[in-house]
């Protein structure tokens, strides 16, 4: 068993909980046709081909896709009424409750590379700056604007 498996089985009989079920075999039948499935997905024109293009337009799809999720399950926590509209009101309380609970212990861990409970310029700029160098999709040290539309930047 991995060690994860082992963590999980731990962790639920330490909880009372019936152990989970492990995962079913996985033939190589089955997952050269999930592979195939998903280039299919990726081929956008369907000429059997994979470009560049079709995958920033698959990566653009997918990242849309989970925005879209994100965006309806934070819209269900504030539509508190489940009236299917955002009063004012819930609004304000929907970001009040968000900014009482605070989020710098999940920053500083992010920032702090050498977890020393501070952050250093440096430790900053190396975060920030891979950010940027993500973004930068030609590498050339500059965002376009195109980069920066792509990247939800800017409109």
């Known amino acids: 068993m991995h060690r994860l498996t082992l963590a999980v089985v731990a ?8 152990p989970p079920p492990p995962p079913a075999p996985l033939t190589r039948a089955a997952f050269i046709a999930t592979m195939d499935g998903q280039y299919r997905a990726i081929d956008g ?5 994979v470009t560049a ?4 337009q698959q990566q653009q799809r997918l990242a849309i896709a989970a925005a879209t999720g994100r965006a ?17 009101d819930e ?3 929907a970001n009040l409750a968000a ?3 605070g989020n710098s212990a999940g920053i500083l861990a992010r920032l702090d590379t050498n977890r020393d409970q501070k952050v250093t310029l440096v430790e900053y700029r190396v975060l920030t700056l891979a950010g940027f160098d993500r973004l ?3 590498k050339d040290g500059v965002l376009t604007a195109a980069e920066q ?3 939800g930047l800017a409109k």
């Open 99 to 101: 900014l009482k609970k």
């Open 136 to 138: 930068d999709a030609d």
């Open 72 to 88: 309806r399950a934070r819209f269900a926590q504030i539509d508190s009424d489940r009236n299917g509209q955002v009063s004012p």
């Open 11 to 18: 962790a639920s009989f330490l909880a009372g909980a019936a």
């Open 149 to 151: 539309r792509a990247s």
């Open 53 to 56: 293009v079709e995958i920033d």
């Open 45 to 49: 024109n369907k000429d059997g081909i």
């Open 91 to 93: 609004f304000v309380r």
